[in-house]
């Protein structure tokens, strides 16, 4: 009589699932539809998705409610704002990497929310987008190319850098890797493949 087959190990090929943080205007959503041509990952999650779930969900939410509004250039406040956030869209991303992992599909998510400390590392590749070039970043901010629609927030250069600066803080003793998205799109996607391995 044959024997069962009693091992249950899992066969099945880990999800190449690549989230991209990041402030406003380094050029996330670009660089996402980049590597979603030359990886060919037709799965894509911004933050605008990730937004409209939670609006869809909790819509009373007062931290839904107020979404993206730093009226205030104060650094401690932007972080604790920024906190709440990303602590709360973690839940959907949580739900759609652990959908991707069972369905073995691979996934390109960006947003600024992206905090490390909400993320489940052994499931993700993540990275952190910036721009050194300060002029070359103010230009992006004020005139984005593919994020046409007007910003789900309230930000200006000045609380976009401040929260640039708390995203850096916090991805550093994770040693997550930050790249300069300062040259054009497809050298920054090259980088970030050679990083990666993918």
């Known amino acids: 009589m044959e024997k069962p087959n009693t091992d249950t190990t899992d066969t099945r090929k880990k999800p190449l699932i690549l989230v991209l943080g990041g402030t406003y205007g380094v050029g996330k959503t670009t660089l996402a539809h980049q590597l979603s041509k030359e990886l060919n990952i037709p799965h894509q999650a911004g933050l605008g998705f990730c937004y409209y779930t939670l609006k869809t969900l909790l819509p009373d939410n007062p931290i839904v409610k107020n979404w993206g509004l730093y009226n205030t250039s104060n650094k401690t406040s932007i972080k604790r704002i920024l906190f709440r956030e990303a602590k709360l869209i973690s839940k959907v991303i949580h739900t759609l990497i652990d959908s991707a992992t069972k369905t073995g599909e691979n996934y390109i998510i960006e947003g600024l929310q992206l905090l490390p400390k909400y993320l489940p ?31 789900l927030n309230s930000s200006t250069l000045e609380i976009a850098k401040t929260i640039e600066e708390i995203i850096l803080e916090e991805a550093a003793p994770y040693n997550v890797p930050v790249f300069d998205n300062v040259s054009l799109i497809s050298e920054t996607s090259q980088k970030i493949r050679e990083h990666f391995g993918i």
Do not use: G, W
């Open 121 to 151: 590392f052994e499931k993700i590749r993540y990275c952190v987008l910036t721009v050194t070039d300060a002029d070359e970043y103010k230009r992006r901010f004020e005139h984005p190319t593919e994020t046409r629609t007007k910003r």
